[in-house]
């Protein structure tokens, strides 16, 4: 999708947070990805402020990430303070 998001990068993000490169579909390994996608378009809007249509994909991606964290809380809430945690995502 954008070019700050190498294969390498996803690969590293996957290998840390699911446990292994192939392990795309755990629920820790896709919030730590959307996670830094967030954190990119941030930066992005910060610079460009009237871009509304990444102001939309960044809002669509921030529910997302609330929703598999809401999945994980329930889930296991000890999982779900580690991970908060090591992202930095406030709750």
Same mark, same amino acid.
Request: with cysteine; glycine share 6%.
């Given at each position: 999708?954008?070019?700050?998001?190498?294969?390498?990068?996803?690969?590293?993000?996957?290998?840390?947070?699911?446990?292994?490169?192939?392990?795309?579909?755990?629920?820790?390994?896709?919030?730590?990805?959307?996670?830094?996608?967030?954190?990119?378009?941030?930066?992005?809007?910060?610079?460009?402020? *009237? %871009?509304?249509?990444?102001? &939309?994909? #960044?809002?669509?991606?921030? !529910?997302? =990430? $609330?929703?598999?964290?809401?999945?994980?809380?329930? *889930? %296991?809430?000890?999982?779900? &303070?580690? #991970?908060?945690?090591?992202? !930095?995502? =406030? $709750?």
């Amino acid at each position: 999708m954008a070019e700050y998001l190498t294969s390498e990068k996803k690969k590293e993000i996957f290998s840390e947070f699911g446990g292994s490169e192939t392990n795309t579909g755990s629920t820790d390994a896709q919030v730590a990805l959307l996670t830094y996608r967030i954190n990119e378009l941030a930066k992005h809007l910060h610079k460009n402020p *009237k %871009d509304h249509s990444c102001r &939309r994909a #960044l809002l669509n991606m921030v !529910g997302k =990430r $609330k929703r598999f964290l809401k999945y994980i809380a329930k *889930k %296991d809430i000890v999982k779900y &303070r580690e #991970l908060t945690a090591k992202l !930095g995502i =406030r $709750k």
